[in-house]
Antibody, heavy 121, light 111 residues
Framework: QVHLVESGGGVVQPGTSVRLSCVTSGFTFNKYGMHWVRQAPGKGLEWVAVVWSRGDNQYYADSVKGRFTISRDNSKNTLYLQMNSLRAEDTAVYYC??????????????WGQGALVTVSS | QSVLTQPPSVSGAPGQRVTISCTGSSSNVGAGYDVHWYQQLPGTVPKLFIYSNNNRPSGVPDRFSGSKSGTSASLVITGLQAEDEADYYCQSYDSSLSNYVFGTGTKVTVL
């Protein structure tokens, strides 16, 4: 059974940093790209970032580019999101998400429970 | 701002058929990228509901179906039930943005 468990959320001040972790189990971690998706309170889903299976490529939403860094440690089956220069608009639940590569696109087949990050002074 | 547009809400009586549209453009849905759908029940984590336009994961009732044509996709609920009340999001890939994209989301209400 696939499990994705996020940690590292909390209340932080604007301009500071926080690192989220996502420990995974139940699948061969190093064979799948992994993503972070966020959802601001009462709002819709927003894709944040992806890291390829070997960790050699990362892509970001424009809203976080240059401030957030996605990474992974395949020896620990763990995904990370380093979030710097945080802003109030980064307040959201951050989901760790496993991808599945289909013939004509990628979908998200497993989601973690989410980690709430609140940016407030 | 999302590049996939959905109606904010749809509603219907139990047993009725409702349709949720997902309108994209030539750089995402119209470029041939698949559309996928997620259901988010109140207070819960999003769950994959339809993948690759019209496929249901195990456990999703067959009253849910998906389709795609041109730059749009649709999720149809045939025989609406109370437990279908949730938010539904479409998702695809956009080649212009080089990003994965979600729809704006649709709240389904059972009257």
């Amino acid at each position: 059974q696939v499990h994705l468990v996020e940690s590292g959320g909390g209340v932080v001040q604007p301009g500071t940093s926080v690192r989220l972790s996502c420990v995974t189990s139940g699948f061969t971690f190093n064979k799948y790209g992994m993503h972070w998706v966020r959802q601001a309170p009462g709002k819709g889903l927003e894709w944040v970032a992806v890291v390829w299976s070997r960790g050699d490529n990362q892509y970001y939403a424009d809203s976080v580019k240059g401030r957030f860094t996605i990474s992974r440690d395949n020896s620990k089956n763990t995904l990370y999101l380093q979030m710097n220069s945080l802003r109030a608009e980064d307040t959201a639940v951050y989901y760790c998400v496993k991808e599945f590569l289909a013939m004509a696109g990628t979908y998200f087949d497993y989601w973690g429970q989410g980690a709430l990050v609140t940016v407030s002074s | 701002q999302s590049v996939l547009t959905q109606p904010p809400s749809v509603s219907g009586a139990p047993g009725q058929r409702v349709t949720i549209s997902c309108t994209g453009s030539s750089s995402n849905v119209g470029a041939g990228y698949d559309v996928h759908w997620y259901q988010q029940l109140p207070g819960t984590v999003p769950k994959l509901f339809i993948y690759s336009n019209n496929n249901r994961p195990s456990g999703v009732p067959d009253r849910f179906s998906g389709s795609k044509s041109g730059t749009s996709a649709s999720l149809v609920i045939t025989g609406l039930q109370a437990e279908d009340e949730a938010d539904y999001y479409c998702q695809s890939y956009d080649s212009s943005l080089s990003n994965y994209v979600f729809g704006t989301g649709t709240k389904v209400t059972v009257l």
